[in-house]
């Protein structure tokens, strides 16, 4: 399995705050110029390997900073796949986001021996801090909650990723002062 990536910053981002971007552009069904030119060349550049699809969704929402509904059309014509099988991979996965990311994301891990180590209650009081459930962003942009299935940190449950940054034996109180500190640095 994948671990989710949350150190890669967009390279071709379609962020509301980025100038020469919208927001929107993930919501709809177009892409700017930019982002069609790298979305084709992924596709061409990863489309030869064993299984591509996932590699190559991946690979968009790490430049994209989201997989729109706008690629599903040239992923598939490049994949020769009928845009009902990219779109209903797509959709199953929830690691790909429909829109972007807030300027942080905090992935909270929900597995197995987090879960034991009161990862439950920390992902009920992150929910409670930052306003939104999982897979949303809060309106100001700031911050989008994620749960993710293990980080490799299990000696130190409960675990979490914020900003690509390791924390381990998170409580309440402690996630309260990152959220604060990123919030500053935002
Ligand atoms: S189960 Fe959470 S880090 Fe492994």
């Given at each position: 399995m994948r671990l989710v990536?949350?150190?890669?910053?967009?390279?071709?981002?379609?962020?509301?705050?980025?100038?020469?971007?919208?927001?929107?552009?993930?919501?709809?069904?177009?892409?700017?110029?930019?982002?069609?030119?790298?979305?084709?060349?992924?596709v061409a550049e990863l489309k030869h390997r064993p299984g591509p699809l996932l590699e190559i969704l991946h690979a968009i929402q790490d430049t994209l900073g989201c997989v729109p509904e706008a690629v599903v059309a040239p992923v598939a014509e490049g994949l020769n796949l009928s845009r009902a099988e990219v779109h209903g991979v797509i959709t199953f996965y929830h690691h790909f986001r429909r829109a972007p990311a807030g300027a942080h994301t905090v992935s909270l891990c929900q597995a197995e021996a987090c879960r034991s180590m009161g990862a439950v209650a920390l992902a009920e009081h992150a929910r409670r801090r930052l306003g939104v459930d999982f897979h949303q962003t809060t309106p100001d942009g700031r911050f989008t909650l994620e749960p993710i299935y293990c980080l490799g940190n299990c000696a130190c449950s409960p675990a979490a990723m914020i900003d690509g940054r390791l924390h381990g034996r998170l409580t309440p109180e402690r996630f309260d002062e990152i959220i604060a500190a990123q919030a500053k640095s935002s």
């Open positions: 990536r949350t150190d890669i910053r967009p390279t071709v981002p379609c962020k509301p705050r980025d100038p020469g971007w919208t927001y929107t552009c993930c919501l709809m069904k177009t892409l700017a110029a930019t982002q069609e030119t790298a979305v084709k060349r992924i």
